[in-house]
């Protein structure tokens, strides 16, 4: 690993950072207008519906231009977004915003990997490139938490004498602004190397064309489809178990928004741990040997149904975040792979978040639909450990299937 990599590693945790602290900001400042529950969860859907829309354009921009710039300009309009929850615009719209960018964003930060590093360093580098956003989703919730905890940040304002010109979630946001800006300075130092995949032609109809061809392409491929189901599984399961968290924390630890926000940082650290194993143990041809990895994650996620003690809540969770770093990122390192034999490291990538996307924003309504209907937090918890387990459980059966023919 060189200094062009970790130029590229120190963007990434500076932007992801962002993302996450974001996050949490948006959450409170939700709660300070007094939105319904069920706002929450819309959040991240407003968030990630750019990702689905924009997958057949972003994939090609990636490619057809210097990855650092590109993800220069995503963070750019991630800026561009912070500005609009600050001036007032309703921050499931603003939210959406800094989702165009991430949309963008995600083909370049994952595709210059695959330009940049030989085969047999995908694997270190998606457990370097994992643990970085790891570290970043834990700085990012500690952070978030911190600077949304009116006790902390309440009496700091009145110092400042801005109390009563800007609230405490407003004043988080204008921190992470700062990040995002942080994010794309490093953007301009990172290695610039030629396009990876020039189109014949840029019409619309030409790059939706173009994206189904690369969307079959992968998903016939049989490693590429093992791959991408896992990480469209993971991610959607990810997305949505994160903020059911949040409730579970409420009712059986009894801890407030930011208490529960610090505890989400326990899984991260999880993750972290089982991508650092997988870096170091996991080949890129043994990656779906980690499949099981997955069907005990989801009974694991059962469990926490019966804890009410704080300590033992940490340790499940950094179990359970261990189990999905130690599957996810070795799948993810030979998506990557096949996608950059089969078609370009952007198309694939955009292939691999339209698909992880969809994922998550029909899990995420199957969550507001529960919450709304009064399901109780504990019925929500099983029923998602369960798909977890089920799910993982047919790919694997799937997968054998395929190795016997």
């Not at 309703?90 to 210059?112: C, F, H, M, T």
């Not at 009496?155 to 990040?179: C, H, K, Y």
């Not at 969770?317 to 770093?325: E, N, V």
């Not at 919450?371 to 929500?380: N, R």
Request: hydrophobic residues 60%.
């Amino acid at each position: 690993m060189n200094r062009g990599f970790y130029t590229i590693l120190t963007a990434q945790f500076f932007s992801a950072l962002a993302d996450n602290a974001l996050l949490f900001a948006a959450i409170a400042l939700l709660m300070n207008l007094s939105a319904p529950d069920w706002h929450v969860p819309l959040l991240q859907q407003f968030f990630i519906v750019s990702y689905i829309l924009l997958a057949p354009f972003v994939g090609a921009f990636a490619d057809a231009l210097p990855k650092g710039r590109v993800m220069f300009v995503s963070n750019a309009v991630k800026v561009a977004g912070c500005l609009a929850m600050l001036l007032g615009m309703q921050p499931l719209y603003a939210y959406a915003i800094v989702g165009l960018g991430a949309a963008a964003y995600s083909p370049a930060k994952y595709g210059i990997l695959t330009e940049y590093l030989p085969p047999s360093l995908l694997v270190r580098a998606n457990s370097w490139m994992e643990g970085a956003t790891v570290a970043a989703i834990i700085l990012g919730a500690i952070l978030g938490g911190l600077l949304i905890n009116p006790a902390l940040i309440g009496p700091r304002l009145a110092d400042w004498q801005l109390d009563g010109i800007i609230s405490v979630p407003q004043f988080a946001i204008v921190l992470i602004l700062l990040l995002y800006l942080a994010a794309a300075w490093i953007n301009l130092y990172i290695p610039r190397l030629p396009p990876d995949h020039a189109l014949a032609k840029k019409t619309p109809l030409f790059l939706l064309h173009d994206f189904w061809h690369a969307f079959r392409l992968l998903w016939k491929d049989p490693l590429g489809q093992v791959s991408l189901a896992v990480t469209t599984l993971f991610w959607g399961v990810g997305a949505t178990l994160r903020l059911v968290v949040l409730a579970w924390a409420a009712f059986n630890l009894k801890f407030d928004l930011a208490q529960a926000t610090q505890l989400t940082a326990i899984v991260a650290i999880g993750i972290a741990a089982g991508a650092a194993v997988a870096g170091k143990w996991v080949r890129l041809e043994d990656s779906v040997r980690v499949l099981p990895a997955g069907i005990v994650l989801g009974f694991a996620v059962v469990t926490l149904v019966f804890v009410e003690d704080w300590r033992v809540a940490a340790l499940m969770l950094l179990f359970i975040g261990a189990l999905s770093g130690y599957f996810v990122v070795p799948l993810n390192a030979l998506l990557q792979h096949r996608g950059h034999l089969l078609m370009g490291a952007g198309h694939s990538i955009a292939v691999q978040n339209f698909n992880e996307n969809i994922g998550i924003l029909v899990l995420l309504g199957i969550y507001a639909l529960m919450v709304g209907q009064g399901v109780h937090i504990h019925g929500v918890v099983v029923g998602f450990g369960l798909f977890i387990s089920m799910a993982m459980a047919v790919i694997w059966r799937m997968h054998r299937h395929d190795e016997v023919r």
